[in-house]
């Protein structure tokens, strides 16, 4: 509802209109004594139209409180921000057991290596058991509410 600005002004409205020159004060647009003047009269005023008068020159609304406008470019976020714990968590795990398979695979292909001879590959008892579990929790794995 348009406000009237012939109305009476309350207490109330007044105190509103003086919160309004204050929060202008605090944020620059008005000094000292353009504060103090137009608090004097905010308190003296009669009718809505005196106190819309005294902050006819000021914004409304705060500038900085305005969403960013659509035309402005949206700040680029890096690659996997947007990836959920629970994504994050899965690639350690099996970022893990890369590694500690790469280890064995290496300490058994250069005792190989330095025997000269086709010894048992007992790296596979570390990475296949590992990685059965891990790609059954991969694939039926209960995700968290709320991801794909």
Known sequence: MPSNPEMRASDRDRDRFAEILRDNFAQGRLNHDELNERLAAAYAARTIGDLEALTADLP???????????????????????????????????????????????????????????????????????????????IFGTRPPGSR
């Open 60 to 138: 409304e609304q705060d500038m900085y409180d305005l969403p960013i406008p659509a035309s402005q470019p949206v700040p680029a976020t890096r690659p996997g921000a947007e990836m959920t714990r629970y994504e994050k968590g899965l690639r350690a795990a099996w970022a893990g057991y890369a590694t500690v398979n790469l280890i064995t695979f290496s300490i058994w292909l250069v005792t190989v290596v330095a025997s000269g001879s086709l010894i048992y590959p007992w790296f596979l008892w570390v990475a296949g058991p590992w990685g059965a579990v891990l790609l059954a929790s991969t």
